[in-house]
C-alpha cells in the first residue's frame, strides 16, 4: 500500500457536493493519499442551492466520510461557510472534537499571519434579487457541466483526453474576467490593509498563487480553485505553498487496488 503525504496544511473548497458538476471520487482518492496536521475545508462543500434529495450519490457521502475519518484520526479539520452553504453560518462557531465551524479564520503560520475566508462578501450576485438570478444561472451551469461529462466519456472511449469546455465559456466572458480581476485586487488590499502576509481565498474557481502590491505594502494571495473543474488543492509544506492539481495517472495503483475489493466482494457473495 502506498504510504500517504504527511502535510502540515491543506485547503480544499468549492466542491459542490450533491451536484452534478462535483469530481467527489477524485476528490476521495486525493484526501485518502494525504495526512494532513490541518484541514481547511475553504466554503461551497457542501451545495445546498442546488440540493437535491434525488441526487447524493454514494461518492459524495464518502467524500464526507473521508472527512470524518481525518477527524478522527487527529487532523484538525476546520470548515469555513461559504455562499453555497450559508444556511450552516447559524451555528459558525460550533466546535466538537478536531472539528470546527466557522466564517473566517485567521491563523499565524510559521510566523506569518493568514486570513482565510470564502470570498462571497465581495460578490454581489450572492445577495438579494441577484441571488436569485445566481441560482437558476446555476442550473444552467449544472446542466452545461453534465453535457460536458457526456462529451467527455466519448472523447476518453476514442482515447482523446478530457476537455472542459464550461470552463472556456466561462473563462472567455470579459466580465467574469474583470470580476476576477477586482476580486483578487480586493481581497489583497484589505489584507496588506490589514497587515496580513497570506490571504487565501475559494468562490472563483479559479486557482491562483501570486504576490500583489501596493503602495501600502504587498501580500501573497492564493486561491484554492475547485473540485468541479480544476481539481485543485492548496497545501503548505515546508515553509511554502504550492498548488496540488489532481491527475488520474497518480491514482492507477488505487483505481486497481479499489477495483480487486470490489472483485473479492463479488466472489464472497457467489461462493
Known amino acids: 500500500m502506498k504510504s500517504k503525504r504527511k502535510i502540515p496544511l491543506v485547503v480544499i473548497s468549492d466542491v459542490h457536493l450533491g451536484t452534478y458538476g462535483c469530481q467527489a471520487k477524485e476528490l476521495l482518492q486525493y484526501l485518502k493519499s494525504i ?14 442551492w442546488n440540493f437535491s434529495k434525488s441526487y447524493f450519490p454514494v461518492a ?10 481525518l477527524s478522527n484520526l487527529g ?32 491563523l499565524e503560520i510559521d510566523g506569518k499571519k493568514t486570513w482565510f475566508f470564502h470570498g462571497d462578501v465581495f460578490d454581489s450576485s450572492t445577495r438579494g434579487y441577484a441571488k436569485i438570478l445566481a441560482k437558476l444561472g446555476g442550473k444552467g451551469y449544472d446542466l452545461l457541466i453534465l453535457i460536458n461529462s457526456c462529451i467527455n466519456w466519448f472523447r ?19 466580465k467574469a474576467v474583470a470580476f476576477i480581476s477586482n476580486f ?10 490589514k497587515g496580513y502576509s497570506y490571504v487565501v481565498c475559494g468562490h472563483i474557481h479559479k486557482p491562483q498563487m501570486k504576490t500583489i502590491e501596493n503602495e501600502h505594502g504587498q501580500v501573497t494571495y492564493l486561491n484554492s480553485g475547485d473540485w ?3 481539481l485543485t488543492a492548496l497545501e503548505y509544506k515546508k515553509g511554502k505553498w504550492s498548488i496540488y492539481k489532481y491527475l488520474k495517472e ?7 487496488s479499489e477495483e480487486k475489493t470490489k472483485n473479492d ?6 461462493s
Not at 476518453?156 to 470579459?174: A, C, N, P, Q, W
Not at 481581497?187 to 490593509?193: F, K, R, S, Y
Not at 497518480?250 to 486497481?256: G, I, L, P
Not at 466482494?265 to 457467489?270: D, F, G, P, R, T
Request: proline fraction near 1%; charged fraction near 30%; avoid cysteine.
Open 60 to 69: 459524495h457521502m464518502n467524500v464526507l466520510r473521508q472527512i470524518i475519518k
Open 35 to 48: 495526512q494532513p496536521q490541518i484541514l481547511i475545508l475553504n466554503g461551497d462543500i457542501i451545495d445546498m
Open 250 to 256: 497518480h491514482y492507477k495503483d488505487a483505481d486497481t
Open 156 to 174: 476518453e472511449l476514442f482515447g482523446k483526453e478530457k476537455r472542459s469546455y464550461s470552463k472556456t465559456i466561462k473563462d472567455s466572458v470579459k
Open 75 to 106: 487532523t484538525r479539520v476546520i470548515y469555513i461557510t461559504g455562499n453555497h452553504d450559508e444556511a450552516l453560518r447559524k451555528y459558525s462557531d460550533f466546535v466538537l472534537g478536531n472539528f470546527e465551524l466557522v466564517d473566517k479564520l485567521i
Open 228 to 230: 468541479v473543474e480544476n
Open 265 to 270: 466482494i463479488v466472489v464472497k457473495i457467489l
Open 184 to 193: 483578487e485586487t480586493t481581497a489583497a488590499e484589505i489584507a496588506i490593509e
